[in-house]
Structure formats: C-alpha cells, structure tokens
C-alpha cells in the first residue's frame, strides 16, 4: 500500500458523468480487510457526533448554570434513547448473522465496535463536565449535589426520618439464591447491587434493590443541597439487611431494546392489539447496555453480566452518579439568575388583531393564508386556537387530523372530543407506531373512539408522520376547506421546546389535496397526482430530486439552502454530491445525523454544513430552491420531512410551498440568521468532523435569540400599524 493511502484520506478512484467517486483510501478493519467508502459518514455515529454538540451546550460559559446541566440530562437522555434504538438493531443485525454494510463500508459488527469506542469517549467527557467542572460552579453559586459523608448529624437524622417515612416502606430487596432466581430488571431502572453476608454462616447473597421513581432522586437537604437517592439508603442497608454483613453496595442500570418490531401481517390483523402485545413484549426485550459505578467489584461485575447474557463490552463503568437524566430537576430551583431569560411567545400579528375585535381565526385565514414560527408565536393561540374554535363552532362540518405525537394532557384532543360529542364528523388518524409514544397514542385512540370520533390507524407498512389537520365549513356562501400543515406535532408541550412552522390556509389547491390526502389514508383508494402538496413516499424523492436538478441546471449560478433534522439518505447524498460538481452553491442547515461529507476537493466543494443548537430544539424543514419555479425564482417549502430513507420512502409525509411574499420574507429572515458568520453554530469539516465556530467569548446573541429579537420587532410594528 502506497504512503499515500491512508486511513483518513480520500482517495478519487473513478470520475463518471461529472461526479468524481471516491474510494476508502485504504481505510480499513484490519480483522476483515472491508474497506470503508469514505464518501458517506456512518450514520450511528454522526449521531454520536450530534449528542456530543449537545453535549458541548453544557460547556459554554455564556449559557447560565442550570441550563448547562440541563444540556448534561438532555445528552443523557439522548444516549439512553441511542441504546434502546439504535444499537438494539446493531445488535440485532449481530446476531441474526448479517453482513450487509452500512453507506459508509462498516458492516454491523464494525459498527458496533467503532460506537463503542465512541460511547466511552463521550462518557468520560460528560462525566468530566459534570464533576471537575459544573458541580464546582453550581456549588459556588449555591447549589450543592452532596453525599452522605458531607452530612452533620442534623442533616443525617432528618434524612433518616425522611427515609423511614417515604422510602422504607415502598423498597423491595430481591435476594439470589437456589429458592430465588435473578430478578428481572426493567429497561432503565436505577437499582442497586449489595452483598450480603451472614457472619454466622459466612453464606453470602448478592441483593437487587430497585430504587423506585416515586420519590425524587435528587432529595433535597435544604433548599440549597441536594443528595441522591442511592447514598440515602446505602447509609440505612444495616436497618434493611438486619444482623446481616453489608459487604459491599454499587448502582448498576440496565437499558433494553425498546424498539417496537411489528410484520405487515400483525398490522392488517389488528394493529391497535399488536401495538399492545408488543409493548408488553418489550418490557422483556434483551439488554443491550449495563451502566455501573466503577465502585463496582469484579465478582459483582461477572455477576451481572453473566445473568444478563451481556457481552463484557457492552458494560460502561462511571466514576459519576448514574442516569444524569436526574439533573432535569434542578430546572424547578428558584434561581432566575441560573437559568435563561423567559421569551414570552407572542400571538401572531393579525390574530392578535382579530382577538381585539372578536373575529375568528376563519375569518384571518379567509383574508390570507398565515404562516405562524414556533415557540416564537404562541401555538396556544393559533393552532390549538383553530382546532378549539371548530370544535365550538356550528358552521363546522367535519374535522381530520394526524396525530404522530400528541403528548399526554392535550387540549387538542379534548377539542376533538368534544367536537365528537356535539356531533361533528371527526376523523383522526392516531399513529400507533410512533416511538416511545405508542403506550400514550393507544390510550387516546381509545377515549377518541368512545367520544365518536372515526379512528384510523395509517396505511400497512407506513408510518404516517405529516402533521396536517383539514377543517370544513360552512362559511354561508360556500363550504371552506381550512388546513393546517405544520413542521411539528400537535403537541403543546413540545409546541414550547421545539422551532416549528405551521401554515394556515384555505387554498382551493391545497383544500383539495389535503381532503385527497386524508381520502387515501382512511379509506381504500390508489392516490393520484397532488395538485399543490408534495406527497411521500409517492412523490417527494422525485419531487426533491427535479428541484436540485433545476439549480444543476444553471451550474454556478444555481443555489439552494436546505435546513432540516438529518440528511442520511445515500441516494440523496449522492444528488447533492452531483449539484456540488456541477458548481451549485449549497448550504444545509443540518441540527443532527449528517451522512455526507462537507467541502471535499472533487467530491463536495461547494457544500457547506452547519449545526445550530440553541436553547430552542431547531425542528422545522425549510427548503429553499432559488430559482426552481418556471419562473426561475425561487422554490419555498416546508414539512415533517428529512432526507432520511425512512421518510422519502416509509412514511407518510407532506411538504407544502410556501408563495406569499411576505412567508417567504420570514423563512428568508429565519434561513439568514442561521446562516450568519457572527452566530455561533458548529461547522462540518471535509474529514467528517465538527467544530464549533463563531464568537469564542460569549454565546449570546445566538441565531435564535437574533429570531426573537426580530419576531419580537415585527410584531410590535404589526400592532402599531
């Protein structure tokens, strides 16, 4: 092998059609001798890459303390989700003896190694952040995370009174022995491990305890210290285990496949006693991670390992605390100089003037079709406003929605029941299938259908993640179709987390296409063309694929900007690749998984990459063509969609243009900020890397607080107009 070619360096091994390909460059596992195609990013761990930028969020100085370890839980939660998806299907791939490679070259077991390796990195950073650098700053602003050993006897009395009373009663400990097999541990329980000794007998015992979530894990001393759960009662096992030795105590965590995997034929069966079957299956589902303390012996760690069927490297030991998730809580201290200013979101402008004078968001929308940002503008008073005032309204004939993530107090839903209630025809798609949220949707599936709402669950083998609601009324000189097509749930709480778009609207086109839409997903029909929507799987690959191909058209002087959650799929990839050569200019604004490498001499040399994280979770997809249309202006759209093979081709998606001049303007306004040289946002480096970029000294003020200022802006010179 030449000294040229090297892991790490790419390679060109074929030019074709004006796209230079690119080999591994002697990039390989040494063990199989595969080599990797360095044109793509591994799609698992680019997703490391991300958690590891929200991970750098807790590092900025610029953000104020709590929210830091806020960022701390977020990443937790994040990898704890990781395992329980992602890996569980690395894992599963493992063991059903598959070989077939990922975009980049790695085969599943390459994968899983190379993750490894990764996770342990990424645990050791985050643990590194949260002792050696945020625990002293949050004690030095007055917020102490302590052990029992920092503890008077005052403090430890109370604490032992506090444990008798709400914690003693409700532990179970579960003792190993020939009478007693090893416990079951569910998916991301916090337990902990003990062994326990006679000193009579000398017979020893290893003793699960689980610690239950139904009392806080960071307990409080007083209002400025706190204590974790474990150390509490670690300090009362003798009381636990009376006349018995403890010889050691450890905490221990175990995550499970949590992925639901259903056939097309449990689908056309039953899909809702499906859903349900298997989430009773999966509480039982393999483990796929053990997390200890490295307090931990060896005997103790063989234990559980082997009772686990756990293979050693899938155990990651911490010097901190585990499941970080826990400092979520420290968000509900009163401490307003520890957190970020509150951003009261406005009403939208001329909603804001409809309420003045009592006029329905029907009437706004019959003016002109509404473009509403998220959490910028309050979704309170827009879409829950649209869907609560057809549910009252008597003109109101009909309502449809889909609902993907609902959430669990929703007043949406209780809009649409009560809709039912009076009579309205109500028909609401709940998609079961949604991750983490099918326990939740089944449950609002069934109050909907005992309210008399008409409930469908989707099409066999899709996923139906498009959020789009159609409204029809009765306006006395016509029926109106009313839509809403958004870039998010219908989900208030996420409503006030996460950047989103939602579009308002009465267009005959868009009307008619929405009432198709929903024709094709509750009944038994064969879709046809759309009028105004972009539709997938039938229609978005191609549709996507004819707008890069007009800016191809023009060479240099094409231009697009793409902003959405993640760009993984290869075939898309590969378009983007091909704009690049032909000299388009390409900016993506990518917030997670990005497969494709940026700035490649050859390859990709006029793409450029970008990541913005902020306090706001940046959720909305705005696709922006710049001279597409047969105008040779420019192509505005937004939807639930990115270019992932699983929404191009296994979900139900929607993406609508966007022509108004003055929507246009916004998502213009919103793409700017995003993009400016003068924010601070993480750029992808060609060797598949990320760097923070931007002001070193300070985070604010970031592109989302540069939107605030100006929605903010705008909005007081709509109400003064």
Same mark, same amino acid.
């Given at each position: 092998?030449?000294?040229?070619?090297?892991?790490?360096?790419?390679?060109?091994?074929?030019?074709?059609?004006?796209?230079?390909?690119?080999?591994?460059?002697?990039?390989?596992?040494?063990?199989?001798?595969?080599?990797?195609?360095?044109?793509?990013?591994? &799609?698992?761990?680019?997703?490391?890459?991300?958690?590891?930028?929200?991970?750098?969020?807790?590092?900025?100085? %610029?953000?104020?303390?709590?929210? &830091?370890?806020?960022?701390?839980?977020?990443?937790?939660? +994040?990898?704890?989700?990781?395992? *329980?998806? &992602?890996?569980?299907?690395?894992?599963?791939?493992?063991?059903?003896? =598959?070989?077939?490679?990922?975009?980049?070259?790695?085969?599943?077991?390459?994968?899983?190694?190379?993750? %490894?390796?990764?996770?342990?990195?990424?645990?050791?950073?985050?643990?590194?952040?949260?002792?050696?650098?945020?625990?002293?700053?949050?004690?030095?602003?007055?917020?102490?995370?302590?052990?029992?050993?920092?503890?008077?006897?005052?403090?430890?009395?109370?604490?032992?009174?506090?444990?008798?009373?709400?914690?003693?009663?409700?532990?179970?400990? =579960?003792?190993?022995?020939?009478?007693?097999? /090893?416990?079951?541990?569910?998916?991301?329980?916090?337990?902990?491990?003990? !062994?326990?000794?006679?000193?009579?007998?000398?017979?020893?015992?290893?003793?699960?305890?689980?610690?239950?979530?139904?009392?806080?894990?960071?307990?409080?001393?007083?209002?400025?210290?706190?204590?974790?759960?474990?150390?509490?009662?670690?300090?009362?096992?003798?009381?636990?285990?009376?006349?018995?030795?403890?010889?050691?105590?450890?905490?221990?965590?175990?995550?499970?496949?949590?992925?639901?995997?259903?056939?097309?034929?449990?689908?056309?069966?039953?899909?809702?006693?499906?859903?349900?079957?298997?989430?009773?299956?999966?509480?039982?589902?393999?483990?796929?991670?053990? $997390?200890?303390?490295?307090?931990?012996?060896?005997?103790?760690?063989?234990?559980?390992?082997?009772?686990?069927?756990?293979?050693?490297?899938?155990?990651?030991?911490?010097?901190?605390?585990?499941?970080?998730?826990?400092? /979520?809580? =420290?968000?509900?201290?009163?401490?307003?100089?520890?957190?970020?200013?509150?951003?009261?979101?406005?009403?939208?402008?001329?909603?804001?003037?409809?309420?003045?004078?009592?006029?329905?968001?029907?009437?706004?929308?019959?003016?002109?079709?509404? #473009?509403?940002?998220?959490?910028?503008?309050?979704?309170?008073?827009?879409?829950?406003?649209?869907?609560?005032?057809?549910?009252?309204?008597?003109?109101?004939?009909?309502?449809? !929605?889909?609902?993907?993530?609902?959430?669990?107090?929703?007043?949406?839903?209780?809009?649409?029941?009560?809709?039912?209630?009076?009579?309205?025809?109500?028909?609401?798609?709940?998609?079961?299938?949604?991750?983490?949220?099918?326990?939740?949707?089944?449950?609002?599936?069934?109050?909907?259908?005992?309210?008399?709402?008409?409930?469908?669950?989707?099409?066999?083998?899709?996923?139906?993640?498009?959020?789009?609601?159609?409204?029809?009324?009765?306006?006395?000189?016509?029926?109106?179709?009313?839509?809403?097509?958004?870039?998010? +749930?219908?989900?208030?709480?996420?409503?006030?987390?996460?950047?989103?778009?939602?579009?308002?609207?009465?267009?005959?086109?868009?009307?008619?296409?929405?009432?198709?839409? /929903?024709?094709?997903?509750?009944?038994?029909?064969?879709?046809?063309?759309? &009028?105004?929507?972009?539709?997938?799987?039938?229609?978005?690959?191609?549709?996507? $694929?004819?707008?890069?191909?007009?800016?191809?058209?023009?060479?240099?002087?094409?231009?697009?900007?793409?902003?959405?959650?993640?760009?993984?799929?290869?075939? !898309?990839?590969?378009?983007?690749?091909?704009?690049?050569?032909?000299?388009?200019?390409?900016?993506?604004?990518?917030?997670?998984?990005?497969?494709?490498?940026?700035?490649?001499?050859?390859?990709?040399?006029?793409?450029?990459?970008?990541?913005?994280?902020?306090?706001?979770?940046?959720?909305?997809?705005?696709?922006?063509?710049?001279?597409?249309?047969?105008?040779?202006?420019?192509?505005?759209?937004?939807?639930?969609?990115?270019? !992932?093979?699983?929404?191009?081709?296994?979900?139900?998606?929607?993406?609508?243009?966007?022509?108004?001049?003055?929507?246009?303007?916004?998502?213009?306004?919103?793409?700017?900020?995003?993009?400016?040289?003068?924010?601070?946002?993480?750029?992808?480096?060609?060797?598949?890397?990320?760097?923070?970029?931007?002001?070193?000294?300070?985070?604010?003020?970031?592109?989302?607080?540069?939107?605030?200022?100006?929605?903010?802006?705008? *909005?007081?010179?709509?109400? #003064?107009?």
């Amino acid at each position: 092998m030449g000294s040229d070619r090297r892991p790490g360096r790419l390679t060109p091994v074929n030019a074709t059609n004006g796209i230079t390909e690119f080999g591994a460059g002697g990039a390989t596992i040494p063990a199989t001798g595969v080599p990797f195609d360095e044109r793509f990013v591994n &799609r698992e761990l680019s997703w490391l890459q991300f958690n590891e930028r929200v991970l750098d969020l807790a590092a900025e100085d %610029g953000i104020p303390l709590l929210e &830091r370890a806020k960022f701390v839980a977020i990443a937790s939660a +994040n990898l704890d989700e990781f395992f *329980q998806v &992602r890996v569980a299907a690395v894992r599963d791939q493992i063991a059903a003896g =598959l070989e077939i490679p990922a975009a980049d070259g790695r085969t599943p077991l390459q994968q899983m190694v190379a993750i %490894g390796e990764r996770v342990e990195q990424f645990i050791e950073r985050q643990q590194s952040l949260f002792l050696d650098v945020l625990c002293p700053e949050l004690a030095r602003a007055g917020v102490h995370i302590v052990a029992w050993s920092d503890l008077d006897e005052d403090d430890r009395s109370r604490l032992g009174a506090y444990y008798q009373e709400r914690i003693f009663p409700i532990l179970t400990p =579960l003792a190993v022995d020939p009478g007693h097999p /090893f416990p079951y541990i569910s998916d991301l329980a916090l337990s902990m491990a003990a !062994m326990v000794a006679d000193p009579e007998t000398g017979e020893r015992r290893f003793v699960r305890l689980k610690i239950p979530d139904v009392f806080p894990r960071l307990i409080e001393v007083d209002p400025s210290r706190f204590i974790p759960a474990e150390e509490v009662i670690a300090a009362q096992l003798p009381g636990l285990f009376v006349g018995m030795n403890v010889e050691e105590w450890t905490t221990f965590r175990v995550t499970r496949n949590a992925d639901l995997s259903l056939d097309e034929e449990e689908e056309a069966d039953d899909l809702l006693e499906a859903v349900e079957m298997e989430l009773r299956r999966r509480r039982f589902k393999r483990p796929v991670r053990l $997390e200890v303390h490295e307090s931990i012996s060896d005997e103790m760690r063989s234990l559980l390992i082997r009772e686990l069927d756990l293979d050693p490297r899938n155990v990651y030991r911490h010097r901190s605390m585990l499941d970080l998730r826990c400092l /979520f809580s =420290l968000m509900s201290l009163d401490r307003p100089d520890l957190k970020d200013r509150p951003w009261q979101p406005s009403m939208a402008g001329r909603l804001a003037k409809a309420v003045e004078v009592e006029r329905s968001v029907f009437s706004v929308i019959r003016d002109r079709s509404l #473009l509403v940002h998220h959490p910028y503008e309050s979704f309170a008073s827009s879409v829950e406003a649209f869907i609560e005032q057809a549910a009252d309204d008597p003109r109101v004939q009909s309502i449809k !929605m889909t609902l993907y993530r609902a959430g669990g107090d929703s007043p949406i839903i209780r809009s649409l029941i009560r809709a039912a209630e009076r009579g309205v025809q109500v028909a609401v798609l709940v998609e079961l299938k949604a991750r983490f949220d099918e326990a939740t949707n089944v449950q609002w599936a069934k109050q909907l259908e005992r309210a008399g709402v008409h409930v469908v669950y989707g099409i066999i083998g899709l996923k139906t993640h498009s959020k789009i609601a159609l409204v029809v009324r009765d306006d006395g000189d016509q029926l109106r179709r009313y839509c809403h097509i958004g870039t998010g +749930n219908y989900n208030s709480k996420t409503a006030r987390l996460y950047e989103d778009l939602g579009y308002l609207t009465c267009d005959l086109d868009i009307g008619a296409d929405a009432t198709q839409l /929903f024709n094709h997903l509750t009944g038994y029909s064969r879709s046809e063309d759309y &009028r105004t929507l972009i539709v997938a799987p039938r229609d978005l690959r191609r549709r996507i $694929e004819s707008l890069i191909d007009a800016e191809i058209a023009l060479g240099s002087k094409g231009s697009f900007t793409l902003k959405c959650n993640s760009i993984a799929d290869p075939v !898309m990839i590969e378009k983007l690749y091909e704009a690049s050569s032909a000299g388009v200019q390409i900016d993506l604004i990518v917030r997670g998984i990005c497969c494709l490498r940026a700035g490649v001499p050859g390859l990709s040399d006029n793409i450029r990459v970008r990541s913005v994280l902020g306090r706001f979770l940046e959720h909305s997809r705005i696709y922006r063509f710049d001279h597409a249309d047969a105008s040779g202006g420019p192509v505005h759209l937004i939807g639930s969609a990115d270019l !992932m093979p699983r929404n191009l081709d296994r979900r139900v998606e929607v993406l609508v243009p966007i022509e108004h001049e003055r929507h246009r303007e916004w998502l213009d306004r919103v793409l700017e900020d995003l993009s400016a040289s003068d924010v601070v946002r993480w750029e992808l480096a060609p060797e598949g890397t990320w760097h923070r970029a931007g002001p070193v000294d300070r985070f604010s003020p970031d592109a989302q607080e540069r939107i605030q200022r100006w929605v903010t802006e705008r *909005q007081e010179q709509n109400r #003064l107009a």
